[in-house]
């Protein structure tokens, strides 16, 4: 078991497959991107390796992230071995849909349970502007297969950008009537080089809030407040599906944080606000054995920071989003 030094049980971890994508959205990296060469990425054995360690100490919650996942070669194969490994119970994907329509049958044949897709706006012109190169057909064909091969229950994640796409949210919360969706908002996060826009453009939860209970009426709290992973859950009067505020800024949630992040060039990253990060490809490739790997990830997770300092005007500046899997 993984205890970090406040008695949290890490349990959860989140790997970046990639950090290519085939998007630029603006909240997550600047257009003329440039990514690492794939020597300096955690290969298909490394990363095998490194979840049967992980699982071993109790991590039996896995999300697979980027960039964008389903652009990693021989990703179906690399679920399927993730799928099979001893100890891991949860096993899904966060993933812009641009795929899925190809990829959501074979992914969950693998053994993927399910999928949160990033999608920001129903507005096509609007969608392409936040991801400067994403066509709306596509991702809403994506969702559509990834229903229907069982990939549930879908959540659609929505990073809400003031000037961009804050007048969408009624629309989105719309789809909850229409189907058993969670349509989650996530307050944009300050991260990487670009945070001077990040936090300029910024949508509170309660701002969010007060922008549906305008259209549809009070919204009803659900699970007495409480949250649910990293969401505080909602349902629109008599809709099918649900709603989800991620309100990382406003209403932080560190205490209840359960997750690290392994990135897609190998470091253990402890907290997605806080730069600290661990290198565990270097010594892996430098031929640490099991036990040496094993207790060096212990002692990261026991340093796991309690939360994040933008409180405290701190922010991490050496990596943009794609580059952790968020």
Known sequence: MALDRFGRRIHYLRISLTDHCNLRCVYCMPEDMTFRPPAEMLQDDEILFLVRLFASLGFDKIRLTGGEPTVRAHVVDLVREIAATPGVKSLSMTTNGVLLHKLARPLKAAGLQRVNVSLDTLDPVRYHKLTRWGNLQQVWEGILAAEEAGLTPIKINAVVVRGYNEVDIVDLARLTYEHDWQVRFIEMMPLGGITDFQRSQVVSTAEMLARLEAVYGAVEPLNGGELDGEARLYRLPGARGTLGFIASVTLPFCASCTRA??????????????????????????????EEMRQLIVTSIWEKPWGHGLAEGEVATNRVMSEIGG
């Open 261 to 290: 992040r392994l990135t897609a060039d190998g470091r253990l990253r402890l907290c997605l606000l806080r730069e600290k990060e661990v290198d565990l490809l270097t010594p892996l490739r430098n031929g640490a054995t099991w």
